[in-house]
């Protein structure tokens, strides 16, 4: 039996990097995009996990700007899933008043139909509160504060703001994502790849580097959010 953390020490945000996808695959004797199938399969449980134990928002890093550099076999293969998937959550009942669906990052390098059904979900979804799940797409962090830099360089240029008025708080308002995780996971590495580098400053870190994505279990996630219960939090302090 699987034993819940303590309800006062679970985290509210949990980021993932869920990587190791297409090395699942070649374990498999198959072609090494295939394995994200398995990775899509394994998203779909972790949002049910969330829920149970209680975390209310979750960052996946899904997709980088380097991928898009893949290989044009498993780039189209990988827009077609992303067809695939977001399709069918836009039919999923409990984006109906439930989850809140967000996708920070570039998104305007993805395909039009594929931007079409992003911009979708969103605005569908745009007043949902019990659960928010963002999927970061064409994104690196440090695209990311330049992004923000540069939004604030156009705010003080109109005059919205002074210099002077640049703060963490103004330039939190400005990133892609205000919220910070309180846990990162990371599986089948240790580094954290440019991932929300300025929001997980002081978030709880897990390396799973002998687990590949589509491999990670229930069991493994308990584990993770237990070894975060356990740990004090200082921020620096």
């Known amino acids: 039996m699987l034993l819940k953390?303590?309800?006062?020490?679970?985290?509210?945000?949990?980021?993932?990097?869920?990587d190791g996808n297409r090395r699942f695959a070649k374990r498999l004797m198959l072609k090494p995009w295939k394995g994200h199938e398995w990775g899509a399969k394994k998203i779909e449980k972790l949002f049910d996990w969330c829920i149970e134990y209680g975390v209310k928002e979750l960052t996946l890093y899904a997709f980088s700007q380097e991928?898009?550099?893949?290989?044009?076999?498993?780039?189209?293969?990988?827009?077609?899933?992303?067809?695939?998937?977001?399709?069918?959550?836009?039919?999923?009942?409990?984006?109906?008043?439930?989850?809140?669906?967000?996708?920070?990052?570039?998104?305007w390098m993805?395909?039009?139909?594929?931007?079409?059904?992003m911009n979708h979900l969103m605005e569908k979804t745009k007043n949902n509160n019990k659960f928010i799940l963002n999927f970061a797409m064409a994104y690196s962090g440090r695209a990311e504060i330049i992004d923000a830099t540069k939004r604030i360089a156009n705010l003080i240029k109109n005059g919205s703001i002074d210099i002077r008025d640049i703060n963490d708080e103004i330039f939190s308002k400005n990133l892609y994502l205000r919220s910070e995780p309180d846990l990162i996971i990371r599986t089948s590495e240790s580094r954290l790849s440019g991932f929300l580098l300025w929001q997980g400053a002081y978030a709880e870190i897990e390396f799973l580097p002998n687990k590949l994505w589509p491999e990670f279990s229930k069991k493994d996630f308990v584990k993770c959010l237990q070894e975060y219960s356990r740990r004090e939090r200082r921020f620096g302090k």
Do not use: A, C, W
């Not at 953390?5 to 869920?18: L, T």
């Not at 984006?95 to 809140?100: C, N, S």
């Not at 993805?110 to 059904?117: G, L, R, S």
């Open 5 to 18: 953390p303590s309800n006062n020490k679970v985290p509210y945000h949990v980021g993932i990097i869920i």
């Open 67 to 107: 991928n898009f550099d893949r290989p044009k076999r498993e780039f189209n293969y990988l827009m077609d899933l992303f067809r695939k998937e977001f399709t069918r959550l836009k039919d999923d009942p409990r984006l109906k008043d439930e989850i809140k669906v967000n996708f920070i990052g570039r998104i």
């Open 110 to 117: 993805f395909p039009e139909d594929i931007q079409e059904i």
